[in-house]
C-alpha cells in the first residue's frame, strides 16, 4: 500500500511540476459534419487503473487496481448506413460500471463479466441534412456527453432511437431512450432534444453553445429502494421510501470557448441544469478549463473544473453507495494526462466531493490510468 501511494505521489508531481504542461481539450472545429466511414475497422482499448478511496463515511480507506476492456467493429453497410458493435467488460446487470476487479485492499467482492455497450445503426449521408440513430448509440449519453462527463463516471449507452439534422455550425436533434433493461435499478423512459451552436471568432478561436431537454419518465422503484442519491418519500407510510420527492424534467446549458494561445488550445466551459420538476434542490452548475491536447507523443494535458449538484438535480438510477458521488454534492476534479507514444497514454486525476444534504466530510479519490489504443 506504501509503494502504491508513493508511486502515486510521484506521478502526480511529475506531471504537475512539468513547463511544458498540455491538456486536451477539443481544438476549434472548421465543422460539425463528420465524414462517413468508407471501410470496416476493428479497434479497441485497454485501460488499467489504479485507485485510492480516502476520507470514506463510516468506512475504511481503499485501494483498488482494475481493468477494462472494450472491442469495437465499425464500417458502412452501404454508403449512407453505418453499422457499430462493441463488446466491453463489465457486469451485464450493471452496465454503469465497465472495470474487472484486479485487487481490491477491503477484500470487497466486485461483480465480473462482459456486456454489449453499444450496438447500433447510423443513417448518416454525406455532408449536411438528416441523420438518424437505432439501437444502442453513442451519441447520447456515450463517450463526450454532458450526463457522463459531469454526472456519470462511465459511458453507458442506453436502447433507443434519435434523429435529427447535422449543418457545418449547427445541429438538432431528438430521442427516445429507455432504462428499462437495468435489473434492480428504477427505469425510465427518456424523451430528449438537443441543439448545438458554433460560433466561428477567427481561425483559431470559437464560441460553442449546447442546449438540452431530458424529461424521464420514471418506472416504479424496485424493491429494496436502494440509496440512488434522489430525495424520497414514503407514500404508503410503510416505514421505508417507495418513490421519488421530484420528476425530472432537466433543461441545460453549456458554453465552451475555445482558442489558441500561441498554437496552445485552451477550452474554458461553464455548464447549468435546471430540474423544472425538482421539488427542492434542483440546481446544478460546473465551470472548468483545460490548456493544450494530447494527440503527439511527448504532449501533456491538464484541466481543473469545479462541481454543484444539487440532490434533485439529475435523475441518478446508480446507487449513492460508491464514489464518486452522482447527485447530491460539490467538488473539484482536476488531473492531467501525458501521450507516451502512438498508442499509450497515461492519466492522473484527483477527485473532491462533499455531500450536501445532509453535510457530510470531503472524500477524495486518487487515481492513475494506463490507457491504450489498438
Known amino acids: 500500500m506504501l509503494l502504491a501511494r508513493s508511486l502515486l505521489l ?34 479497441g482499448d485497454l485501460r488499467v487503473r489504479y485507485e485510492l478511496d480516502t476520507v470514506r463515511p463510516a468506512q475504511l480507506n481503499r485501494e483498488r487496481a482494475r481493468l477494462r476492456l472494450r472491442l469495437a467493429i465499425r464500417g ?39 456486456n454489449v455497450d453499444q450496438a447500433y ?9 438528416f441523420q438518424m440513430g437505432l439501437g444502442k448509440p453513442p451519441e447520447f449519453f456515450g463517450d463526450g456527453s454532458s450526463y457522463d462527463s459531469l454526472m456519470w463516471a462511465s459511458d453507458y449507452s442506453p436502447l433507443g432511437v434519435w434523429l435529427g439534422t447535422v449543418q457545418p455550425n449547427w445541429t438538432l436533434r431528438g ?6 433493461d437495468l435489473p434492480h435499478y428504477t427505469g425510465a423512459q427518456l424523451y430528449c432534444l438537443e441543439n448545438k451552436l458554433r460560433f466561428p471568432l477567427s481561425d483559431s478561436s470559437e464560441l460553442v453553445s449546447e442546449t438540452g431537454y431530458y ?29 421519488f420527492l421530484s420528476g425530472y424534467q432537466l433543461l441545460e446549458q453549456q458554453i465552451h470557448y475555445r482558442l489558441k494561445v500561441e498554437e496552445l488550445p485552451v477550452a474554458l466551459g461553464l455548464f447549468y441544469l435546471q430540474n423544472l420538476a425538482a421539488v427542492e434542490q434542483g440546481r446544478a452548475l460546473s465551470a472548468g478549463a483545460t490548456i493544450g491536447e494530447t494527440r503527439q507523443p511527448g504532449d501533456y494535458s491538464v484541466f481543473a473544473r469545479y462541481q454543484w449538484v444539487g440532490q434533485d438535480a439529475v435523475f441518478s438510477p446508480v446507487a449513492q453507495d460508491d464514489f464518486p458521488l452522482a447527485t447530491n454534492f460539490r467538488g473539484v476534479l482536476a488531473g492531467a494526462s501525458y501521450q507516451l507514444d502512438d498508442r499509450w497514454r497515461v492519466d492522473a486525476t484527483v477527485y473532491t466531493a462533499q455531500q450536501l444534504s445532509p453535510a457530510g466530510p470531503v472524500q477524495y479519490r486518487y487515481r492513475i490510468d494506463w490507457n491504450a489504443r489498438f
Not at 454503469?96 to 462482459?114: K, M, Q
Open 10 to 43: 510521484c506521478v502526480f508531481a511529475l506531471l504537475f511540476s512539468s513547463p511544458h504542461a498540455y491538456a486536451q481539450p477539443a481544438s476549434p472545429t472548421s465543422s460539425f459534419i463528420e465524414e462517413p466511414v468508407t471501410e470496416w475497422k476493428v479497434s
Open 76 to 114: 458502412p453497410l452501404t454508403p449512407e448506413w453505418e453499422a457499430g458493435f462493441r463488446l466491453r467488460t463489465g457486469d451485464p446487470h450493471t452496465p454503469f460500471s465497465g472495470n474487472l476487479p484486479l485487487y481490491n485492499s477491503l477484500g470487497e467482492r466486485e461483480a465480473r463479466g462482459l
Open 175 to 180: 430521442g427516445y431512450f429507455t432504462l428499462q
Open 215 to 243: 424529461h424521464f419518465q420514471l418506472a416504479p422503484g424496485f424493491q429494496p429502494f436502494r440509496n440512488r442519491g434522489n430525495a424520497t418519500i414514503d407514500s404508503d407510510r410503510s416505514g421505508s421510501p417507495d418513490a
Open 121 to 129: 445503426l447510423h443513417y448518416r449521408p454525406e455532408g449536411p441534412g
